[in-house]
């Protein structure tokens, strides 16, 4: 059975850091582009922030952690983590992290990711100012 369940959320002051952690159960995540969201509470819309593509290694960031994050992953841990550096109060939110479950779908892209429909229970990040 498959499972992703995050952790490393907490409450961080403005301009400190964070380490997010994903580990996936029942599937290999060597096999699946991995992917990062935040939603904040109450909002309606999650935002894809990264992922990581399990063809060639890339990986996307979008414009609002660009240079702050880094997603990267231990495929013999079967784990994705998110290094979250210079964090600020609007990054506060919870943190996903999901899967599409289509083998090297080549699917790392800022558009496509919002198509993941596996999902974690996510993670809170609190930062305060």
């Known amino acids: 059975q498959m499972k992703i369940v995050e952790s490393g959320g907490g409450l961080v002051e403005s301009g400190g850091s964070l380490r997010l952690s994903c580990a996936a159960s029942g599937f290999n995540v060597k096999l699946y582009d991995i992917g990062w969201y935040r939603q904040v509470q109450g909002g309606h819309e999650g935002e894809g922030i990264a992922c990581t593509s399990s063809t060639d290694g890339s990986t996307y960031y979008s414009d609002a952690v660009k240079g702050r994050f880094t997603i990267s992953r231990d495929n013999t841990k079967n784990m994705v983590y998110l290094q979250m550096n210079n964090l600020k109060p609007e990054d506060t939110a919870v943190y996903y992290c999901?899967?599409?479950?289509?083998?090297?779908?080549?699917?790392?892209?800022?558009?496509?990711?919002?198509?993941?429909?596996?999902w974690g229970m996510g993670t809170l990040v609190t930062v305060s100012s």
């Open positions: 999901a899967t599409d479950r289509v083998w090297y779908s080549g699917s790392c892209t800022g558009k496509e990711m919002m198509n993941y429909d596996f």
